[in-house]
Structure formats: structure tokens, C-alpha cells
């Protein structure tokens, strides 16, 4: 009896899609769902996981294809990465680093703080997580700032590590969630992939101009917008100071850049790459096994596994090709301005809503254009994967950027400091792009 209701709810779910439409039927499931990935009440993995099944179970999609995102290689490169990472913050290896800075003869001049902070935090985060190189850099801040003896300002350089630690993170295709997520949507249509460093042509011209930017007009803008009192963070500089590095300390720092080169040189797969790196650092007692699991962050992976089921559920029921002719029928085929209304779409909804969602939605959606236009994808995937990292304009979009809040930011002085700077990254990344990938 039990099996007879379990097909009747079955027959009924697929029998409401075929009186819908699947792609009609598609395209209802993922604008709920990106309500409530905006609305930001539920676990984003969990929204992920409730899309994809519910894809599955209306005939949507086959249902092996809610879960086939669990055995992409790209989930499990970005899980081996998370440790090698995590490795790097637990041993102090960051901590070294950018105690550094503290000690240079730079640090009373709080321009040149500010653009080594930026350059810093960048480039740490094309490899590492950018809001795990936030969050270890605020008290190095804190601590600079204490005892700088009011030369220093926190309100002047946070929003500025925020801004480098987004922007850093589209210079590799590790660096942030929104690449991996592109990659994955390509995977699982059987595509060629974004190989580790394809990114960075493009998007290294407007990490450079973000740096130019912050200490010239940004900063001059900085006694106009920011015009609360500063808050001198309560932190002990000594115990930062007093930190002294072990020999695990050099091993994590060894362990990344064997996977950096690893990846550069394709000797192996970047999925068995990056588990070697998450093997060595637990086995050298760089992380403990459990712990090392535990500070995985788990939300993202599951993002990026369900939300190939829900790129698949675009293809298989038509919604992504129907999308895919209205664009072209509204815009054209001039690739000009497709590429300028893929980069400016994206930007806006990074914006106001996860990086690692837009680009999940987006990139099947313009694989089906490229297709209709008879171009190739690449330009458009490179064009989403640093396009979903421009969120400079609210505090909303990247956590990096959020996270930076605390030093007493409120909306508008992001909107007020980041939009010109926003709107530049935007017309960097359509020259550029097209430039560096023609179609």
C-alpha cells in the first residue's frame, strides 16, 4: 500500500511538470530558490539540497542527478584545499606573514599600510579562503592600529582588506567558491574547465586598479564618508609579536606551494593534488584529522555538489535553452554587448546575493547563449567567474566584504566608496576579458 502512495505522489509531481512544462516548472523551483538564497533564512547548502531534490522528484531532472555534484572532482579538490588551508592558519604560517608588516618601516604611513595590507590579503587569498584571511588579518589590524598611536585608523584600512581579500580571490580559480562553481556547472556537462591560472589576466588589471583606487580617491574620500569616530580595537599587540614559528609552520607553507606547483604543472589531477596537501598536513600534525574536518566549511561544499544537479535540471528540461533565446533575441548576437550584459548581471546580483549562487544560475544559462551565438563558452565563463567577485557596492555579497563591517561601517559608506570602483571593475572585466579570450 505504502509503495502504491509513494508512486501516486510520484505520477502526480511529474504529471503537474508535463501540465506545466519542465522548463516552465524549472524555472519556478530556481526563482524560489533564489528567493530564499537572498532572503538568507535558511543554510544556502540547505536551499541547494531542497532545489535539487525537488528537481529530481518532479521529473525535472532523472534523480541520480540531485546527487552526482558528490562525485565531481572539483568538490573534492575544493575539500582538499580547505585543509591545506586551514593548515596555514592553525600552524601560524598567515599570522607570520602578516606580522611582517607590523615590523616594517612602512607602518606609520598609513597609504602605504593600506596597499600592503591590499597586495597582501590579495594574493594570500587566490590561494587560501579570503574571509579565513579576513578574519586573521582584523586583529593584526587591531593591533597595528592600537599602537600606532592614532596614525593608524581602522575605519581606513578594513573596508580596503575587505575589497583586496574579494578581489584577491579571482585570481586563481581556487581562490574564491564562485570558480569552482563554473567549473563544476562545465564539468558536469562534460566541458573543458578554467585550468588554475586562466583567470588572472583578466581579472589581475582590476586587482591593481582597486589598489591605485583606495589610496588615491578612495581615501580622499574616506574624512567626507567615514565620518564616525574611529574605534581603536582592544588588542594585545605583544602576543602577536610573541608568536614564534615552528617547523610545522614552514611545512604548511611548503605544503601550498607544493600544491600551487602541482596545479601549474598538471603532474596529477588538482583533486588528487589537493588531498595529497590535506595528507601531508595531517600527517605532519599541521591540522588533526577531525579537526581538520570539522572546520571544513561544509555549507559551501554542499552548495557546490547540489547546485550541478540544479545546473543540470537547466539543461535537461529546456528552461536554460528558453532563457538562452530570449537573451539573444533581445540583445542580438552583437558579442560585444553580450558579453557587457553577462558581466553587468552578474555583478549586480553578487551584489545583493551569494557569489557562489549567481554564478551556479548563470553559467549554464550562458553556455546555452554561447551555443545559440555559435561562439565558444570560455570568454562567458571566464566573464562570470570574475564578475561573481565585483561586489564592492554593499557589504552584502561577499562575506570577506561583510565581515569587515564591524570596524562601524554602515550600508552607505560601501555604496558611496564602492560603486565607482565597482562600476570600473565592470568595464575592466568586458574589455579585458575580450581581450585576453576573444570569442
Given amino acids: 500500500m505504502e509503495g502504491r502512495n509513494l508512486s501516486f505522489l510520484t505520477d502526480a509531481l511529474t504529471g503537474v511538470t508535463a501540465a506545466v512544462g519542465a522548463e516552465y516548472m524549472t524555472l ?47 568538490v573534492i579538490m575544493l575539500i582538499g584545499m580547505m585543509i591545506v588551508g586551514d593548515a596555514m592558519f592553525q600552524t601560524g604560517a598567515v599570522l607570520m606573514i602578516g606580522r611582517n608588516i607590523m615590523r616594517s618601516k612602512f607602518a606609520q604611513n598609513e597609504r602605504a599600510v593600506m596597499a600592503i595590507i591590499m597586495l597582501l590579503s590579495g594574493v ?43 578581489m584577491g580571490g579571482t585570481l586563481t580559480v581556487i581562490g574564491s567558491t564562485s570558480q569552482p562553481m563554473v ?23 582590476s586587482f591593481i586598479f582597486m589598489i591605485v583606487y583606495m589610496v588615491t580617491v578612495g581615501y580622499k574620500m574616506f574624512p567626507k564618508v567615514l565620518d564616525f569616530e574611529d574605534q581603536v580595537p582592544d588588542v594585545d599587540a605583544t602576543a602577536i609579536e610573541a608568536f614564534k614559528p615552528t617547523w610545522r609552520t614552514w611545512v604548511s607553507i611548503g605544503t601550498l606551494v607544493f600544491c600551487v606547483f602541482g596545479f601549474f604543472s598538471g603532474i596529477w589531477d588538482t583533486a588528487v593534488v589537493a588531498l595529497i596537501g ?33 545546473a543540470a535540471a537547466m539543461n535537461d528540461s529546456g528552461a536554460g535553452a528558453m532563457i538562452a533565446n530570449w537573451v539573444v533575441d533581445m540583445v542580438g548576437d552583437n558579442l560585444w554587448l553580450q558579453m557587457a550584459g553577462c558581466v553587468i548581471v552578474n555583478t549586480v546580483l553578487t551584489n545583493i546575493m551569494s557569489n557562489t549562487a549567481t554564478a551556479a544560475m548563470m553559467a549554464p544559462i550562458y553556455i546555452l547563449i554561447a551555443s545559440h551565438l555559435g561562439v565558444s563558452y570560455f570568454p562567458f565563463m571566464i566573464a562570470i567567474a570574475v564578475a561573481t567577485n565585483l561586489t564592492a557596492a554593499t557589504p552584502i555579497g561577499g562575506t570577506a566584504v561583510t565581515m569587515t563591517s564591524q570596524a562601524g561601517y554602515r550600508f552607505s559608506d ?15 572585466t568586458i574589455i579585458m576579458t575580450l581581450i585576453v579570450y576573444p570569442f
Fill in 28 to 74: 519556478i523551483i530556481i526563482v524560489l530558490t533564489l528567493i530564499l538564497f537572498a532572503m538568507d533564512k535558511l543554510p544556502m547548502g540547505f536551499v541547494a539540497m531542497l532545489s535539487a531534490i525537488v528537481l529530481g522528484i518532479t521529473g525535472c531532472m532523472s534523480l541520480s542527478k540531485i546527487y552526482s555534484g558528490w562525485s565531481s572532482s572539483l
Fill in 124 to 166: 594570500l587569498s587566490a590561494f587560501l579562503s579570503n574571509t579565513a584571511v579576513v578574519a586573521t588579518f582584523i586583529p593584526l589590524i587591531g593591533a597595528m592600529v592600537a599602537s600606532s598611536g592614532g596614525t593608524l585608523r581602522q575605519k581606513h584600512l578594513m573596508m580596503p582588506l575587505g575589497f583586496a581579500a574579494a
Fill in 183 to 205: 567549473n563544476t556547472v562545465l564539468e558536469g556537462q562534460g566541458l573543458e574547465l578554467m585550468p588554475i591560472f586562466s583567470i588572472l589576466p583578466v581579472a589581475a588589471p
Fill in 278 to 310: 590535506a595528507a601531508i598536513a595531517i600527517i605532519t600534525g599541521c591540522v588533526d584529522f577531525k579537526g581538520a574536518f570539522k572546520r571544513v566549511d561544509w555549507n559551501t561544499i554542499t552548495v557546490m555538489a547540489f547546485a550541478q544537479g540544479i
Fill in 414 to 428: 560601501f555604496v558611496k566608496i564602492g560603486t565607482p570602483m565597482n562600476i570600473a571593475w565592470a568595464i575592466i
